[in-house]
């Protein structure tokens, strides 16, 4: 009888321990519950071990920084099932690592935020889908070792300091749609020698070209109605430009330090006029001019519609500057 309660007590007490054991080990996470949650930081980015993410209000994702090892990178569609649909920025470190060389951007891509890619020091080059629309301010700035870009037609707007200081950047093609160049779009882009300019173009701003010591060449749109300060400031190699009928004068700085300019042509019979038949004597019409170098020629209208001598001429004259007239 002894011996029966005996084995009963320690049967009981082997089905409790299980029970305990089985009740602890519920409440344990498993190895991948552990990995889910440390994928997620407190900002709500998820890190998939290649790249760091954030999940957009469509459902599609926008890349925020990179942590593989590749130099040649070829962005996925697709992350983690969902497409990608741009390209962001932290504020606390660079989005992609200074070893990446070259970049292919897929197709689901619209848009590249501010600082994308900037720092990307290692970056030579990168191709750009045709789905992107726009791209915002310092894109690609300080990406030093960035030789060409061509930015796809789909594109319609830029950002403030997009290519400032690519300082390797030698040939440029813009989207035929862009109606804007920001101030200090190639800011420091002291290797490009020519800009293949769209005519949509109607304004560009302040020191879009500054220090641009190599540029040689560059067509102006004929649409252009502004002409931001300090344009061309530092263009040390461009050796002639055209300025079009819209604009009838331009500000201090835009040609200072320009000692290669030999021609400007002027085509706004308006240019330089105070509206009395005389030309503007105050500082801010006339500092650009004062600042050309010695041996500029201007070539220009000499004659208004009335026969009167223009602005221009009557300011050429009486400064010295040799004046070539176009009619």
């Known amino acids: 009888m002894k011996k029966l309660i005996m084995i009963a007590l320690i049967s009981t007490m082997i089905i409790g321990c299980s029970a305990c054991n089985s009740s602890s080990d519920s409440s344990v996470p498993s190895e991948s519950d552990i990995a889910a949650e440390e994928s997620i930081n407190s900002d709500g980015y998820i890190n998939n071990g290649e790249y760091i993410y954030k999940i957009l209000e469509d459902d599609t ?9 590749e130099k040649n990178l070829i962005i996925p569609d697709k992350i983690d099932d969902r497409s990608v649909s741009g390209i962001d920025h932290r504020n606390e470190t660079y989005s992609f690592s200074d070893s990446v060389e070259s970049i292919v951007l897929p197709e689901s891509v619209t848009f590249l935020n501010n600082y994308a890619f900037e720092g990307c020091q290692s970056l030579k080059s990168i191709v750009l889908p045709e789905s992107l629309e726009k791209i915002e301010s310092a894109a ?7 030789k060409e870009i061509v930015i796809p037609d789909s594109v319609s707007e830029m950002g403030f300091d997009v290519f400032a200081d690519c300082k390797s950047l030698k040939s440029v093609k813009l989207s035929k749609g862009m109606k804007m160049l920001r101030s200090r779009t190639f800011q420091n882009c002291f290797s490009v020698e020519e800009i293949d300019i769209p005519q949509t173009i109607t304004i560009w701003g302040d020191s879009c070209f500054e220090n641009c010591k190599s540029l040689k060449n560059i067509s102006v749109p004929s ?6 300060k300090r344009a061309f400031y530092g263009c040390e190699s461009l050796t002639k430009i055209e300025i079009p009928e819209l604009i009838s004068y331009v500000s201090e700085g835009t040609f200072a330090d320009c000692p290669s300019l030999k021609e400007l042509k002027i085509l706004n019979t308006n240019f330089l006029s105070s509206g009395n038949g005389d030309y503007y004597t105050d500082e801010e019409h006339t500092k650009a001019m004062e600042e050309l170098p010695e041996h500029i020629t201007i070539y220009g209208y000499s004659m208004n519609y009335d026969q009167s001598e223009t602005a221009l001429y009557k300011y050429c004259k009486d400064k010295g500057i040799k004046f070539e007239a176009l009619d």
């Open 61 to 69: 994702v926008a890349i925020v920084e990179y942590v593989g090892t």
């Open 140 to 146: 690609f700035k300080t990406c030093s070792s960035l």
């Open 223 to 228: 649409e252009l109605s502004g002409l931001g």
